[in-house]
């Protein structure tokens, strides 16, 4: 659409119609497994849209070519061209994969493992999360790790590119992490949820000398822990963490991620991280104010 809304054509219909096409067969997919015959009506929506995505992909390399060939007869500067281009060639690039897998899937009855599923034809290092939650046992995404104080200030993050890690291997890189950045006497204490509970990470916390509040995963061992009265005013701060993700996501960060690829995406997260905790700072004052208020 951008490339022909400067003048360059090739002969087709408009791309309006190509997309209400695709709709309609999506519409079509979704509402098949419904049928008796649900299994044959989706290999044949299938063959429709593998026939529809050829002729998509033709028009877009011959538009690409166009584009290549007199961009300077647009108003396009060379970078905004260099882009639209760029972003054609992606996708041009991966559908024959994901049109492959469409096909193993649905067509041919076979699993396709992780590694060589195509989850995002614009984000090739996103992954799939086994979540177990309730009418989400899988989740795809990329896999975002926050670590706040006590203040409510974001003092740690890793964005993990590709596959996720488990969160018992990414507590002991937080902890580096945090060493370096301050010092490494400063960690007192550490909580978490028992995704994070290990015996590694046990033996890890009592050799640096910290306390450990993360929740074991054991219920017997829980049990024995919350008549420790730091453990238990801990894991009350710890509940708090779930509310500062969703501020952090849905006020800061925007949920999905506007900007594309691992590198830009790491980078939005770091200002967000940034401007997250100068709201958090700027508000401290006040709060310390209030509670002495209400103290009187």
Request: proline share 3%; charged share 30%; aromatic share 4%.
């Amino acid at each position: 659409m951008l490339i022909r809304k400067r003048g360059l054509k090739v002969r087709m219909e408009e791309p309006e119609e190509f997309l209400k096409r695709m709709n309609q067969l999506c519409m079509k997919m979704t509402h098949a497994r419904r049928k008796k015959d649900g299994k044959r009506a989706r290999k044949a929506v299938l063959r429709e849209m593998k026939k529809l995505s050829q002729a998509i992909a033709g028009h877009a390399q011959r538009h690409h070519d166009l584009l290549e060939q007199h961009w300077q007869e647009t108003d396009l500067k060379e970078g905004e061209a260099r882009q639209i281009l760029g972003r054609i060639e992606v996708i041009l690039e991966r559908l024959p994969h994901a049109v492959k897998q469409a096909h193993e899937r649905i067509i041919g009855e076979r699993q396709v493992s992780n590694e060589e599923k195509i989850l995002s034809l614009y984000e090739g290092h996103a992954a799939v999360y086994v979540r177990g939650k309730a009418g989400a046992e899988v989740e795809f995404g990329s896999q975002l790790l926050l670590g706040e104080s006590e203040s409510g200030v974001i003092v740690d993050w890793e964005l993990v590119c590709g596959n996720p890690r488990a969160d018992t291997k990414m507590l002991g890189r937080s902890l580096e992490r945090l060493k370096q950045t301050s010092g490494g006497g400063s960690i007192q204490q550490v909580g978490g949820d028992r995704g994070f509970d290990s015996k590694a990470n046990r033996e890890l916390v009592e050799k640096e000398g910290i306390y450990n509040a993360i929740c074991p995963k054991a219920p017997s061992e829980l049990k024995k822990r919350m008549k420790e009265p730091q453990f238990v005013e801990m894991q009350r701060r710890r509940s708090q963490t779930e509310a500062r993700i969703a501020i952090f996501k849905n006020g800061f960060l925007g949920s999905p991620l506007l900007s594309k690829g691992y590198g830009n995406q790491q980078r939005e997260v770091a200002w967000s991280v940034l401007a997250h905790n100068l709201w958090v700072i700027a508000r401290l004052p006040r709060a310390a104010v209030q509670k002495v208020a209400r103290a009187s």
